[in-house]
């Protein structure tokens, strides 16, 4: 069976519906408090798939995934990348999306160049939207054209440094998903990106959100992102 | 040391914007506002050190820059009180202390950068309105912010009570801020006398806060003279015994522990509290609002073993948003500031522990200008094994959490208080911010000790702290407390101070001696603190020590049974009249400026900032196809079971105002039939009631909420549907300049249902073009109260009534939801079927054709403006594929019902015999009702 390594810490909120979403898609999950990853980082050698769900992470206080990151940063870089070189799948949804540009795991450069800024309306929005995959090389999103997900975020908007930054995501072939219309104020509508690898996939909204037929009109489109990264092993 | 973060030039810097925004609904334009994060840090601090680690792991790289010691431009830095909690400095203590940075202290700030040409006058109007509240934050020049706390020397204070006179009695009763009655500081001098020594200043306050009417209800259970008779008291009398005479084989725990529960299913049970939060949230509302919601999740927690949150609830009453800011009496905040605070305040609580916001509403009045109402509720979900909860002596106490400070000191007497322009000085003790970090941390850790039944009780600490929390607990054995065991947040606590103390996110267990190691275990691991504080004993003595002194020794049934208890007086007066003739006004204006009217028009700007979507199993959310109101919401609390909570509830203080007992059959009434429109059904679902009133000393006051109760208990009955918790907020008065303003007699409902089969979930958008509108139900001439007479502003009429057939109508309607065969359902309330029909086009962007002349109406309400303008209880309108009409029309048999149209085109039309009354184009219908409020 493929193992999920999910992810959590004071403030992880959407732990419970993500981890649920996996199984439905035929992985085993285990919950890991990240204050476990620290006092021994080798644990992440067992699995396939790593997640960090969405959430207030340390509250979001001095910034979203701020603390987050900082752990991931201080304690785990050299663990991670070595998940990330040897196959295994990232998933970071919402605050773990921050968290993994935050970390400079997403994109994954030598310079940090990328942030989430707060959404343009200055406050947290929820909000049903569109997706358009653009990227489609990635594991996770293999086959899917266009996803109805919900967005829950207060720093949502992604913002680059200057225009070689964001032509670099394009080229670089970064840029995993775009909103259709464009609800905080993101550049060029990004809603997600992944890694160099591609096996990296950070995104805002909530695919964990729409797994069921009475989450919207078209209930159940999320579950294919988390039935792509379980086929991606069998 | 300070630091500053601003924002790079050529970046946005948004959250300046919206203080700009701010600034600019006070009628003061200025041309840019910069908010900049201040920072500083105590202790033995290398500065090239910190700014290497704010730089590395800190600062966003990307659009902020930062500068130690600050950038040096002119501005206004805010920063908390002492001793005010401040999430954001603990949190960034910690990170620095894992840095290896010898950190002493840290506090936050922010700084605002103002550009444009402004008086003195409107610099300060700008700093108090919007830049700081002056109750829990202050300006600082300088960086001289720190508290150092003095030490506490321990000296045991008795309070002179065996010799006082009345005078002094009631004297006692005021300086120390403990809200009891003369009556009660007689009851408390006898006691003393009987034990022949002086009460000490934290028994005194133990007993205030167990009597406050906020923790015992004296209102509610004290015998009342009405209308020639004595009522033993109101609780009792109705509401308790309409659940009681309901029987319901479905009610799991009622008006006891923390939050009333109802069957799920076989495995597990719904629990479900509704709190009001007004006093806070009337002098700060952003931290009134957050502690308000933060508690009525720990009484979820603190219900059976400890149930999981899984929906918040939110209903507020405010005065109106364009209230002049010169009408307000002095120490009274601006109801939009109020609004936006308390919206805020619900929001980053909810969202920040991962419960979705999923129902709610708002109700406007002038009434509320000095006491906005906030209620919060909180929906869990346990395991019914999990329900029952006993303490046994030898257990050991133990206090999980957050720590204690002087935050809210007094919190469950002030909350027994009137208001007036003085509390906001007096009471700034007990106004707090909260750190739902902690909560949830500490709902982490509960949950795994709970599955591992490392506990056998637990209760919240609320209103009056450890001494309600312990007291209470211990009220049938007894229990001992060491108060110098209790971590604080800092030094200098009083051990009175330290048992009152109402410090947010904090709960107390009862954990048997062989389990306390594990417990212990699992809290560290979440990172929670949990600390032993004594143990409970079969004494039946309250006991407490300080450092082995011992400060108090109470009896338990003195505490718990000895609240004197006297008779009130009631009386009620009448002031509905019957509407007199009077010619419809044109329908178009009506209708638009009824939609657009502040109770009506859509809440979208709120339900947006709420996570509602969070846990993953929302069914019916707050707002439904393209944005259209919904009845109610339906979550799927267990992702594995296929089956739903319903939440709704119904209230209105325009009816109170007229007629309180009808007000309280109408809610029960719009309560019940959200969930009905939601597809629930009476059987299986239950109530809650929130009563908020004025000053209840008034015998007029006091004989509306009498009539209200009757009300609760005469509907309840008919629906059959129990009530099983509640909560009352009395004393919303506010006095200033001698005047008095007082809230109108509020009653809100909540209800809750189970829905077996998700495929019967409803939602209120048309759904398909050409598909029939049914209208279900009488319409009669009820336009009391009403949006139609508010418009006119009319103060006549009578409030709508429910009558005997109701519960016939309602189970019918969930016949038809369980044989699916509505395509869509909306229940008619504020506005009435005008308004019904026009939401229902608007969430399916879909015009209609309805014809008002067939629709069961009584003769007195014949008339196109009536029928779609009464706000007549127990209707709704459904929206019928053609092909189920018949089988429909058999169900609805000998209920009044007729299908008067039909879905579709680009316009809202409706007609009168045939003949046009009334057509509007749904965009201006949209706009109207979507952009009806300037929050």
Known sequence: MVKVCMVRGPGTNCDMETGFAFKLAGAEVRDVHIFRLRENPSILRDYQILVFPGGFTYGDYLGAGTVFSFEIRKFLYDEVRNFIEKGGLVLGICNGFQILVRSGLIPGWEERAITLGFNRQGRFIDRWVELEVVNEETPFLRGIETLRVPIAHAEGRLSVRD???????????????????????????????????????????????????????????????????????? | MRIEIRTREGFPDFLGLAVKEEISLLGIEVRNVKLYEVYWISGEVDEGELERVFKDYILDPVEKEMKAGGFGEEGITVTYHPGVMDPVALTLKDLLVECGIRVKDVKTGRKYIIEGELSPGELERIKEKVLMNPTIEREVKGDDVFFIPSPYTFKLITVPLLNASDEELIRISKEGMLSLSLEEMRKIKEYYKSLGRDPTDIELETIAQTWSEHCYHKTFKSPIEFEGKVIPGIFYEYIVKATEEVNAPWCLLVFKDNAGAIAFDDE???????????????????????????????????????????????????????????????????????????????????????????NGSVSFHPGFLGNPLVYCGSVGIIPRKFLKKEVRPGDVIVVVGGRTGRDGIHGATFSSMKLDEQSEKVSGGAVQIGNPIEEKKLLDALLRARDEELYRAITDCGAGGFSSAVGEMGRDCGAEVELSHVPLKYEGLSYTEIWISESQERMVLSVPPEKLERLLEIFREEGVEATPIGKFTDTKKLVVRYKGEKVCELDMDFLHGGVPLTLKRATYRKREIPDGDFDPPPLKEALLSILSSPDVASKEWIVRQYDHEVQGGSVVKPLCGNDGPSDGAIIRPVLSKERGVIIAHGINPSYGEIEPYWMAASVIDEALRNLIACGGRLEGSALLDNFSFGDVNDPYVLGDLVMVCRGCYDFAKLFGVPFISGKDSLHNEFEAEGKKISIPPTLLISSIGILEDLSCALTTNFKRDGALILVIGETRRELGGSEYFRYLRRKDGLVPRVYSEAKDIMERVSRCTQERLFLSLHDISEGGLGVALCEMGIGGRKGFSAELSCIPATERAKRPDIILFSESNTRWVAEVDERDKGRVDELLSGIPHAWIGRVGGEDAVFLYGGVEVLRLPMDEVERAWKEGIKW
């Open chain 2, 268 to 358: 597990y049970a719904v629990t479900f509290k509704v709190e009001t939060h007004n006093h806070p949230s009337a002098l700060e509302p952003y931290g009134g609002a957050g502690t308000g919601i933060g508690g009525v999740i720990r009484d979820t927690m603190g219900t059976g073993l400890g149930a999981k949150p899984v929906a918040n609830t939110d209903v507020f009453c405010f005065a109106p948003l364009d209230t002049p800011p010169e009408a307000l009496p002095p120490g009274v905040l601006h109801p939009r500031r109020i609004a936006r605070g308390v919206v805020a305040g619900v929001r980053d609580y909810g969202n920040r522990m991962g419960i979705p916001t999923v």
């Open chain 1, 163 to 234: 225009e070689n930054v964001r032509r670099r995501l394009w080229d670089g072939k970064h840029v995993a998903l775009v909103y259709k219309e464009n609800p905080n104020g993101s550049v060029d509508d990004i809603a997600g990106l992944v890694d160099t690898t591609g096996r990296v996939l950070g995104l805002m909204p909530h695919p964990e959100r729409n797994i069921f037929f009475h989450h919207t009109e078209r209930g159940g489109e999320g579950i294919k992102v988390f039935e792509n990264a379980v086929r991606f092993f069998s």
